[in-house]
C-alpha cells in the first residue's frame, strides 16, 4: 500500500512539472535527467533551473511558480 501511495505521488509531481508552463517534452526530459526525479526539479531554484542547458529564466521561474 505504501508503494502505491508513494506511485501516486511520484505520478502528481510528474504532471505537475510537465504541465508547467513552456516545459514541453524536450525540456521535461533535460529536468528528469539533470535531477533524477520531478520531485527534485520541483524543488529546485530558479538559479539552478536557469543553469541547465536550454532552460531558460524565463521557463525556470515558471518552474519555481508551480510548486
Not at 502505491?4 to 505537475?16: A, G, H, P, R
Amino acid at each position: 500500500m505504501a508503494e502505491l501511495q508513494q506511485n501516486s505521488v511520484d505520478i502528481e509531481k510528474w504532471l505537475k512539472l510537465i504541465r508547467a508552463d513552456s516545459v514541453g517534452p524536450t525540456t521535461f526530459a533535460k529536468l528528469i535527467k539533470h535531477f533524477g526525479s520531478a520531485e527534485r526539479a520541483l524543488g529546485a531554484s530558479a538559479g539552478e533551473l536557469a543553469g541547465i542547458d536550454g532552460v531558460g529564466l524565463k521557463t525556470s521561474e515558471q518552474i519555481a511558480r508551480t510548486r
